[in-house]
């Protein structure tokens, strides 16, 4: 089978519609407001450190991203830490080694820039997603624990 040629480049704000239709395409929901707000703070802040990543296919067309950003010392976590906080590949190109090529870059992106370490957070239900992670080398963390308070 061969490999479908995939590009992976930075995401810059023409990307927003791409987004939004793959995150769509995935869960069935619109979460308009939520990339309104990370499109917002990633390329209208003046503290904006490109990390967020996009793949496209042969013909140009968006059909994966990767969202992320450094750490400021926040939570106690040293500034060479960054997070992912949003992973979509188009569910009609999956199991075609996207969401690798998308990690791949996304932590070859972020060793140049001095990180030493990325987290994520990820539901205890999403095997899928946990499989994902596991397979990209990511395990527990043994720094941080999340609490939550229900009201």
Do not use: W
């Amino acid at each position: 089978m061969n490999q479908p040629l995939i590009n992976i480049r930075l995401m810059n704000e023409g990307d927003f519609d791409d987004v939004i239709r793959i995150d769509r395409k995935i869960l069935n929901v619109s979460r308009l407001e939520y990339y309104k707000l990370k499109f917002e703070l990633l390329f209208k802040s003046g503290e904006y450190l490109p990390t967020s990543l996009v793949a496209e296919n042969e013909n140009k067309n968006i059909i994966g991203f990767i969202m992320g950003e450094l750490y400021i010392g926040e939570f106690g976590i040293s500034r060479e830490g960054a997070s992912i906080d949003t992973i979509g590949v188009d569910p009609d190109f999956r199991r075609q080694g996207i969401g690798k090529k998308l990690m791949d870059e996304f932590v070859d992106h972020l060793k140049q820039l001095g990180v030493q370490k990325i987290n994520t957070l990820v539901g205890k239900e999403d095997t899928r997603l946990m499989n994902y992670f596991n397979a990209n080398r990511f395990c527990p963390s043994k720094a941080v624990i999340n609490l939550e308070r229900s009201i």
